[in-house]
Structures are given as C-alpha cells and as structure tokens.
C-alpha cells in the first residue's frame, strides 16, 4: 500500500550567496605593476534535514536546522615586476577570514614566466591556497544519551595545500600551441574523523550524496600529482581544434593511517574538441557551424556497501576497510552541436557592430551520446 510507505528522508538545503568583489591596478612604470583587492562572499543558508528514526522513539531527528548570513573575506594584493621584455615575475599575498568557524589564513604566492627563445617559454608557479569546507558540515548536530545535540564541526578550519606547477610553452606556427604543464599539491589539515577511519571529506562533492560523518578534526593530508598536455589550433580559416590529456594520480591519508584513492582518482583523462564553420551568401551573412567534443576517462573510484549496515543505518553505508577498493568502467562521451545564424546589415547611419542572430536563438540541433565502456 502507498500509505504505508514511509518518507525516511526529508531536507531542505537552500544556500545563496551575494558577492561584492573590487581592485585598484596601478601601473607604476612600464617594469612595475600593483594590484590590490578584496572579494567578499556573504552566504546565505536555510538548511534543514532529517531523517526517520529506526528506534520508533521519535518519527523524525533532526540533523541540521539551520538558518543565518556567514562571510568569506578575501584581501590580496600583488606585484608584478618585468626587468626584461622576456621575463616576467610576480609575487602575493591573499588573506582569508571565514565568520563562521573564525579561521584564518594567509596564503603567499609567486610565479616566474621567461621566454628564452623566439617562440618558447618556460613557467613555474607555487601558491598556498585554503578552502572552507561543504557548509552543512558546520551545522551538523551529534546526539548525546539524553536527548541534547552539540555542533562538533562547527570550528573546523580550511583545508590547506601547496602547489607547485613547471610548464612549457612552444609555438609550433602562427595559430598553434604546445603546451606542458607538471603539478604537484600537497593537502594538509584535511578534514578525518577523530575516530580512526578511512573517511575523508577531500571525496565531498563527487556525487549529490550527502555524507554525515562523525567528529571531524583537521588531521587528514593528501596529495595530487600529474601531467597536462594541451595542443590547440586558434581559430583561423574559419576552424579550430584543441586536445588535452592527462595523467594524474590522487591520494589521501585518513585518520587511521592508511592511504586511499581518492573517489576522483580517475589516473586519465583525454579531450578532443573543434568547431567548422561555413559561410556564404553575400557578404557571408549566412553562417553554419559543426562542432564536436569527445572526452574519454578513467572510471571513478567507489567503496563496496555494506548491506547489513544500510539496513540498520537506513541510508547507505560502505565497507570502511575497502574504500575507494572498486572502480567504474571508463567514462566515454561524444557531443555534436549543429548551428547557423544570420548576420543582418545595420541601417544607414547605425554606430557599432553589425547586428548578429545569436545561433541558440535562431537554430540549434544536435544530439548527445552517452557510452560506458
């Protein structure tokens, strides 16, 4: 009977934010450059969640109730220094301030760009960086025997990491580029359960799901590292085209010690896209393009379930000693985009550019293909 079905979950997570962001650049002489700044990022949260209580005691406990305005501020400012026509290097500082859990960061950054030959370059760049965490995590409410709740993870502070990027850059002719890039990132003060497990909130966000884990503390590290290769042709002859692959790999240590795949530790990733365009008519005011975009790559990691403790638990729960232990089949996609649009002549007199039929407004066809491998 539909009546007696019973609705286990029911939440409301509706979270806005408002961004007020300004600068002031000024160009000292044609070798120094200042910039400097501040982002400001107000959010909004309405949340409310719960779930059915297996025990029968109550119908529904509650998870997060919250309602209230928390800031992100963000001043930075940054100089950029060129001694030669060829080199370039730059140095900041960006502060982060979160109202909510009142942390604090300071992250310095530099990077250097020297092109040593005609149509080559060299780049290196290292950065600290910090990010607040999923929000509902903050408001998340842990139960005691008597009925009463404490916010544990309400003071959780940033996650932090190091990154270090090397790239070339080789011009192989007027409209193409070659371009490498290696990466290293190192993450620390990762959010882990006091407990030990295997739980880490760097997997937050792979899917819709929301994971409610228990007691967090900023122990947890991790890192990324890798290898991007990038061949584009700019648009020129009335196409363009661009590749991109990587290899990569992504790891993280939990509170128990041991290291695991992260969920997005794919190891590959490979892109493949362009447009044509054809035009005619006169003064080629008819426009039809054809474009495309393939991208192929490595399966994400998930974590076997535990049936028997879903079912108690009345949500899923995965085997904590396989984590990350399984892998999808590699993800395989195709995209085609058909276009045309009309380039329709100003009126005598009429300033600026001619007036242009956005193709999405005029005529867009395609279709999408969808292939697990």
Request: charged letters at 20%; glycine letters at 10%.
């Amino acid at each position: 009977m539909i009546d007696s079905i019973v609705d286990k979950i029911n939440y409301r997570f509706i979270q806005n934010k408002d961004s007020f962001n300004f600068f002031i650049n000024h160009k000292a002489n044609a070798r120094h450059t200042l910039k400097t700044g501040m982002y400001t990022d107000a959010y909004h949260f309405n949340f409310t969640d719960s779930i059915y209580n297996q025990d029968g005691n109550n119908r529904f406990k509650t998870r997060i109730d919250h309602q209230g305005v928390d800031v992100l501020l963000q001043p930075f400012a940054q100089w950029q220094f060129k001694p030669l026509a060829t080199l370039s290097l730059t140095a900041g500082l960006r502060g982060q301030y979160f109202t909510l859990s009142n942390s604090f960061a300071i992250e310095p950054r530099a990077g250097i760009d020297w092109q040593f030959a005609e149509k080559q370059s060299l780049s290196f760049g290292f950065g600290m960086h910090s990010q607040i965490q999923p929000t509902y995590i903050y408001f998340q409410r842990q139960y005691g025997a008597n009925g009463s709740y404490r916010l544990p993870n309400e003071d959780l502070g940033f996650t932090r990491s190091n990154h270090y990027v090397l790239g070339y850059d080789l011009s192989l002719g007027r409209n193409l580029r070659l371009k490498a890039e290696t990466y290293f990132q190192k993450l620390y003060d990762l959010p882990v359960e006091k407990e030990p497990s295997s739980y880490s909130i760097i997997n937050e966000g792979n899917t819709f799901a929301r994971f409610f884990p228990d007691e967090l503390v900023n122990e947890g590290t991790g890192r990324n590292y890798g290898l991007e290769l990038t061949l584009e042709k700019f648009f020129s002859n009335s196409f363009f085209y661009m590749f991109t692959g990587s290899l990569y790999d992504a790891t993280y240590v939990a509170s128990n010690g041991k290291r695991y795949n992260s969920d997005f530790n794919g190891n590959y990733m490979l892109n493949l896209l362009g447009t044509k365009e054809f035009k005619w008519g006169e003064k080629n005011k008819h426009t039809f393009g054809v474009g495309g975009k393939v991208t192929w790559g490595g399966g994400q990691r998930y974590t076997p379930v535990d049936t028997a403790a879903s079912e108690a638990a009345g949500e899923v729960v995965g085997i904590d000693s396989l984590r990350n232990s399984k892998q999808f089949k590699d993800y395989f996609r195709a995209d085609i985009k058909l276009n045309y649009a009309i380039c329709r002549r100003q009126p005598k007199g009429a300033q600026g550019e001619p007036a242009r039929l956005p193709a999405d407004l005029l005529l867009q066809g395609g279709f999408l293909m969808l292939v697990s491998l």
